[in-house]
Each structure stands twice: as C-alpha cells, then as structure tokens.
C-alpha cells in the first residue's frame, strides 16, 4: 500500500471545485496514515478541501465522495494514530481527529461556531460519577468508542476519599447495598461481575444493619436476618408480636409484587395477582406502618434507615423504605477494602482497558444540540468532541440549565421539573482518632443518634443551620470493618447529619467556616452524648458542608440524592423519553440517590446507548 | 409502567393532584443557569485573577506581595491557608504555594511573602520583576493547615523556620486584631538577625498583648533590630519544655523546611507530645530527597531518566527533582496545587517504570493499587512512561 504515491495536491483542488453535488450530509473523510509517502500532500488535500467548505460549498461534499471513493487505496478506515503525531495543519484545521483516528463527518463542521473539533466519539459521558463510571466502562466493554470527562482530578464523584495525615477518609458510601454473595446474589452482584470489578474488589459483608440509639434511651440493634430482626423486635415490642409477624410476611409478599410489576414487567398487572402493590404503592412509608403498628418507638426503630433517602417515613415513598430495608436483610450490607474510591478506581480501570479515553480536570461546558439532536460536547478548555450520544452524569438541572440551555430543549423539559424540590445535602464531620475503635466505645459500624423530638422534627431540622437537640445523626464507624483507612491502634469515622443547603446560602462568607465549626462541634457534643471523651483522642478532622457538595459534585443545593423522592416523584410519574434525542441521564438525578440506584442507572443508560447503536 | 395501570392503584388521583399543584407552584430551574458555578466561584474559585496593589520590602531577600481582586470581592480564606500561583515561563507553565500573611478578617486583599530561594525561578521572578499593577493568576485559597476550634484548644505553640512564618503571621494578626480567646506562643527560627521577616510587627504585638509570645531563635550571632531577647542555636527540647512549660494540653503547629520538621518532630515526641497535637503544613519537595529512608543506594540525584508521555517524545528528567518539574520543563501542563504530595491534584498514571515516593505523601489507597502516583512527590528511579 505504501508504494503508491498519493496524487498531487493542485489537480485535486480542480477536481473538487468541479464536481456537483447535493447534500452535505453524506461526506466522510478518512485519514492515510501519516507514516504513508503521500502524507504531506494528504494534508494539504485535506486543509484544501475544508476550506471550501468554510466557503459554504456545501454542494462540493457529494463531489468529495466520489473523490474519496478514487482515492480508497489509501483510505483505511479506523486507523490507529495519535493527535499528536498528526501535522500541524490537520490539527489546527477542523481535523476530526478522533480517538484511533476513526471516520470523521466533514459536512457540518462549518456551523460549529468556533470551537475547534479535537475528537469524535460514538458516545461522551460527561462526569465520572458511579452512574458515569458505570456507562463508560458498559460502552467501552461493548467495544463502543467513548470519551469520558470528569473535571476532578479522581474518578468517583461522591465515590471518593481522601488523605489527612495518617488517615484515609471515605467519602460518602456508608452501606452497600444489593451486592449479595456467590451463593445468594443481589441484582448489582452481575453488573460487577459484568464490568470486571468484582475480582478487584475485596467486600466485607456487615453481619449487622444499625444499633439505634433514641432520645428516650431506647437502644435497638438489627442483624442482617429477617428471622433475627423478627425476633429481636417481637422481644423489644411483645405488645406488637403478632403486628410484628404479619408485618414482615406482608413485606416479603409485597417484595415479591414489586420485583414482578418492575423487574419481571409483567405484561397483565392485576389487583388480583398484586393485591398489596396495588393497594400500597403509592402510600408513604407511615401511612403503611400504621396500618400494622400502634407503637412509634417500634416504627422509628424499623425506619431508622429514612437518611440513606432523604425524607422521613411521613414522606418518603412505602415501596423505597421497603425495597431498600429487604435488600438490606436479604442481600446483608457491604463493604468495600479501601473505600468507595477503591470502586471508583476498578471501574475507571476496566474504561481504561477497554480502549476508553478519560480526561481528568476537564469539565463539560455545553452539549451541543442541534434541531434536537445531540451533536457533541464543548469542554471547558473550549474544544469540542463530536458524537451523537451524551450520557450526562451532571444534575438534570444542570444539564438542562447550564449545559444544554433552554432554547434547545422543549418546554416540557423544565415544566416536568418544576414540581421537583433539590433534595437534601449533609454536614458531615470525617474524623480519625487515635485509639482504637473498642478503646473509644465505638461497637458497632452503624449507629444511628436520634434527635430528641420525632422524626418529622428530626426532618424539619434538616432544613436549619447546624445541629440541635432534635438533629438525627449517624455514625459510621469505617475502621470495625476494615483497619486499612489508618494505621493500628486508630480509628476513622465519618459522623452525618442531613441538612439543605439554603441556610447555608445565607451565610456571608467570611462566617462560613466558623458555622462548619459550629455545626461539627455540636455534633461530636451530640456523639459524645453516646461515646464519653470521643472528642480528646480526635486527631485530624474535616468538615464537609451542603457547599462543600455543591463544589465537589457541581449539583444544585449540593443534593447528592438528586431531587426529594416524594411519591409524586417516583420514576413512574417521570416521562422516560429524553428531551433531546442522543441524551440521557445517569446518577441521582436520572432516577433516585444512594450507590446501588446510581450504579444501576449508569449501566441502564448504557444500554440504552447500545440499543441505539445497534449493539 | 404504563399510566393505565398505574391509574388502578390507590392513591393515583391524590398524586396526580400532588403532582399538578407541584409544577403550578413549583420552581423554573432554567433560572438556576449559572448559579452553581456561580457559588463555587465564590467560595472555591479555579482561577482566581489578582493584581498586585502593593510591594512591602520585608528583609533583604523577602517582600511581601499585596494582591487585590479588582473585579469581585475575594474569596474568604481561614488563617493559614495559601494560594496556589499559576506561572508561566515561555513554554513552562508551573505553579507555587504561598501561603497568605494577611489576617484573613482583613477581605480587601491577599499578602504572600515571599523569600528568595537560590536559584529559585518563581521567587525569583517574584522578587525582581513584577512590578505593582501587575497581573497574576492563581487558583482559590486551599490547604488545611488552620486552628480547628472543635479540638485544637486555645493553648497553641507556633513552631516556624524562615519564610514558613506567613501562615502564623496571618493566624497571629487574626487573633489579636479580634481578641480571639487564644494563648499563643512563637519559637521563630533563622539563619541570622537579618534573615527574621516581620521582626518589628511581632515585637510590637508581644509587648502590647499579653497572650503573645515571641521567641526568635537564631543559628548565628547578630544583633536584632528592634532589640529583642532571643535563644541561640536550634529549637531543641530543652528549649521547647523550658519556653512552653506544660506541654500536656498545648496544640503545636510547625511550618517550615523539611529539616525543621524531622528534628522538631522528634524533639516533642522525645517530650511525650503524642502526635495528634502536633500539626505541620506542606511545605513543597525536600531538598535532598537521595537522604530520605527508602531511597535506593544505587541511584545518584543527578542521575537522568527519559520520561514519555504516552503520545509524544521523551524528555529527560533527573532522579533528584520531583516528575512534576520535569513535566512542567517539558511543556506539559500539569494541574497542580499544594505540590507537596498531599492534595493529588497533580495525579497522574504510571505506566511503566519505578519512582521514589516519600513517606509523607499522601496517596490513596486506590492510586497506589491502580498505579496512580502524586507526581509532584515522585522522583524518577528509572525510564518512566506517564498518562497526564
């Protein structure tokens, strides 16, 4: 191939002002190789050409076809050379250089605006969150030519950690969800298992789900077993026993409804075969418990877990509580050895071995749209990498708002929108010691602290500055499980509490650091309320703020659940179809919050990709 | 599921209510454009572009740079954070530290302090040819070097070496320019009487307030001006118990040069000072990084390695200097901020090839398995090949 000499540059440019031609649509360009002889005039071709079409001889592209199609010896589509080492004029010019030199679409590269063309995918996903990392490393194993952006410098979104001193602190995952083991698998065990990460992960299952610990010196500790949690609360709450044993069949068979309407989507839903789905899906968590229980210090034990969704059982939907509190049981929580980031990490890893290209600190500014079709996206370094699939990991807010713009997106968009609230964000206080966890009192890994009112004041809490009396925290206790985030004889703890961001919008400036203090002091008095002296062995500590999330996610409000999952707010009243076409949403925002939903959500989107591609 | 079906379960009509009053009441996020990046920018901008307003000849080789914002208000910063400068030397695009000397109550503008380094290329720069009015770009204040209120007390010893006085300088001013309810002590210690930078400001505060106290300590003889009395030699225990007294419930923070932190460190550990009370900033690279414990024997500083850059041509890079510099002199462009291995900024992937890493960066446990390195603490040991 390489004898033949490419012709020569000027008689080219005679054919290709001399040919007709119709549509723009249709022309494609593919690089020779620069190591060929003809290479230097290769480019000036190509140069040539696209200055024509700057000219708007949109006309001449057909022409351009049929020059290509003379040329074809030396065309050889997908052919693998770096943008570095590609002349400087196909560089500079609006070289559609992609990712292994693959086919490029010249037709509509005129109306571009000014943004130089760096690359061309089949698909970009914009951030690497657990949604982001999951549809990037799908599309890339699909053998599906990807380009991921993340505009941190680690991968993981809230699936992070970091370093103080002698000690690792984990982020944000408390309790893994949906995970199961070989012999009893969860629904998320085969997406791992599917992306290679499950053998680079050691998972600790937690034989418990969480001590309560309530104002009223109620104390309550569940085991990851429906027959021990059964027991244990029938001992706690004799007056309830019978309640107790009707409650929890009712649950496995609502469980069961649940898995067939939605994950077996059958065809003929009845209320006959779905009597308690059909009765009780659309009702809060207490509306349900009520119907089963007379005791409140029972309901708030079995709902200790409200935090992990961000609204109390008077809000939050039945169906959510009770599919997460199952899974729970059934599945058992786990850990991760290294923390969330050790995920992050596997994830981006098989990306990478899948010939994914990653770019870390580098943002998307705008998705390009175009007549309603996605076109590309614009990076924050202002170049644009073209393709007609975006899968954004970004809020929906920001992705309508700020990325898209609502001149490209139909009114729907934001009136479906309008009745979601921004959901809620945290205090937390990450905090290593320097004794260890048994020194220190600390028994078990999850320990909820509950305020001193009910739980609807523990809510309305969420929505003041700081931490009071009636505040809900939770301790999670990261060393019981796995000693690696620091050195032997210390311990590392992250102590929670929910809070919305709009107090913290009203705090000037200049006084917002003195308010984190202020809030993570009240909660370690609060903790210490719990463990005596936790406070004098405290070594290094950080403080995150509703801000803090706001920055490090880029979502509105900080809300790293995405928007309030009310009932109204269900995914079954949410329109399915995107806006646009060639977008879709993955993480919190697509769907719900919390690790297991967000994981899922990437590799969902991802498959929707595929479908479209026809793979 | 199909709205027909849902339409069966109790409740639907209630929600769809819900659902209706919730869109007519509800919120127009497409006014929500630009407001997130708005509150990052106010808090933790990435670029931050400030002037110089002012040039304060401090010592002979020291000055101190006023920054101002002229076009929005400055980002707030807790007392001894610093800012990252972003520099550009022809093709070298680097970046350093400075930590800020201005009292961060003080929101009209940003004091760095800058010292000379021999030979260095930003203080050089910094010293000899900015001039006021000129433009300089940095990234937000960071770092987490700062007084925690939860659990560091108000009995503080401040332990500086040479120009790692700035940080303290901007916790001192804090404190007595607000009458915080701290008691501070300062060991200062430098070469000579020439070399101590804000000598006659900390004077004038330790004789006016009583819970100041400042105690120079030089390794050479000289006269300080204003005349002032100070210990002699290195900051050794005995000076650290007799100057400190009860060192039981006393907080001490060190800024300063690398030697500074191994001989001080062991002199309060020696005095039973465990180490959750003692705290120490990020103070760049270390000098001689070849008399570090791990260091492999058979590889000199000056040796010289070919680093690539998956996708372009090598460059060289020597065993005694951080991968970051040699990136940077390559005409990469490398984000960085702390350049002290802690705030992986500057993370990039080893692909091939080993590096010395010093025991006190701090890389994730992720990174070290996945094979990601902190290259502003990493030192070639051989050819090396790196995804940036």
Known sequence: MAARTAPEAVPLFAIVAGLPGKTEKSAFLTLVPPVLTGEVVWCILFTGCIRL???????????????LEWLSPWAERRVPCSVRRLPWAVRRGVGRVGPVGRVGRVGRMKPMDKERVMSRYDVIVVGAGNGGLTAAATLAKAGVATLLLERHSVPGGC???FCRGRFEFEVALHQLSGLGTAENPGPLRAVFEGLEVLDQLDLIVMEELYRTVGPDGMELTLTADRNAVIAELQRRFPHEKEAIAAFFEFLAAFFMEVVGLFYLKDPAPSRDSYPRAFSCLLKTTQEVLDQFFKDPVLCRALTAYWGYLGLPPRRMPFVDWAMMFLAYIEYKPQHIRGGSQMLSAALADTFLKYGGVVRYNCGAARIVVRDGQVEGVVDDQGELHLAKHVISNASRITTY?????REHLPDAAFAEMRGSSIGASAVTVYAGFDQSPDALGITHTTTFIGGCGSQDEEYEATRRLGCHDTTGLALTCYTRMDGGFSPPGTTQAALIMLQYADPWFKVPPEQYAAEKYKAADAMLARAEAVYPGLRDHLEEMEISSPITH????????????????????????????????????????????????????GVRAARQVLKQLGK | MKQEILQQFDGYQDVMKEIEAARKFGTDYAGFKGRVAAWIDRYHP??????????????????????????RPLPPFQAGQYLALALRFGQVRTGRPYSISSSPRNTGYYDITVRRVPDGLVSGHLLDHVRVGDALESAGPAGTFVHNPVFHGNALVYIAGGSGIAPFMSMIRETLDCGLDRDILLLYGNRAADDVIFHAELTRLASRFENFRYVPVLEERGALNPPWPCQKGYITRDLLREAVGDLTCRMFYMCGPAALYDFCRRELEALGVPPRRIRQEAYGPPNHISQYPGWPEAVTEDATFRVTVKGSAPIPAHA???LLTALERGGFAVPSQCRSGECSLCRVRLVSGAVYQPPTVLLRAADRRFGYIHSCAAYPLEDLCVEV
């Open chain 1, 159 to 161: 699936a992070t950690s």
């Open chain 1, 53 to 67: 079409m700057r000219m708007r001889l949109a006309e001449l592209l057909e022409g351009l076809v049929e020059l």
């Open chain 1, 401 to 405: 708002a700020d990325l898209i713009g």
């Open chain 2, 46 to 71: 990435a670029r931050l572009t400030l002037r110089i307003g002012d040039i304060l000849e401090e010592t002979a080789s020291t000055r101190t740079l006023r920054l101002v914002a002229p076009d």
């Open chain 2, 320 to 322: 005694g200097e951080t």
């Open chain 1, 550 to 601: 706001l920055r490090y996610l880029g979502h509105p409000g900080g809300a790293f659940y995405g928007f309030d999952q009310h009932v109204k707010d269900s995914a079954s009243f949410v329109s399915p179809k995107p806006p646009v076409d060639g977008l879709y949403l993955a993480g919190a925002w697509a769907t719900s919050g919390g690790f297991q939903p967000t994981l899922d959500s």
